[in-house]
């Protein structure tokens, strides 16, 4: 992606496996940023990180306010993805989900800052992780 930018979401950039997602669950790594929890985990391959989104039906009883935070996590995602594409152009791929843990309806501009300190905190985790000998 480096030099031109492409702001798509593609289905091949949407975590739907199964078999990766309960992977991901089972061993993965979190970190908190701000109202939102991230787990990740390298993944074989060298194609774009694969991400997926969920917010707790605890606190959203309302579909249409989970369906509405999704998103706006997608949305903040697929604007910003770039932090974390443009720096792992030849390296392995990862696994990605972003859940929302705030207790209220967030306004664009916060999840928009909150998405961004999150994915350079990926891509600085990523990074530490390539550097260590395997």
Known sequence: MAGSTSYSFGKAEKLKSR????????????????????????????????????????????????????RLLRETYRLQKEILCAQRVNQSSCDVFFIYTGKELPEYAALYKSMELALKKLAKLLDEQAQTPA
Not at 36 to 54: D, E, F, H, S, Y
């Open 19 to 70: 078999k990766r997602i309960d992977a991901l669950f089972s061993s993965g790594r979190p970190f908190h940023v701000s109202g939102i929890k991230v787990m990740w985990l390298p993944a074989p391959g060298n194609t774009l990180p694969q991400v997926g989104v969920t917010v707790s039906s605890r606190h959203f009883k309302k579909a249409t306010d989970r369906n509405r935070i999704k």
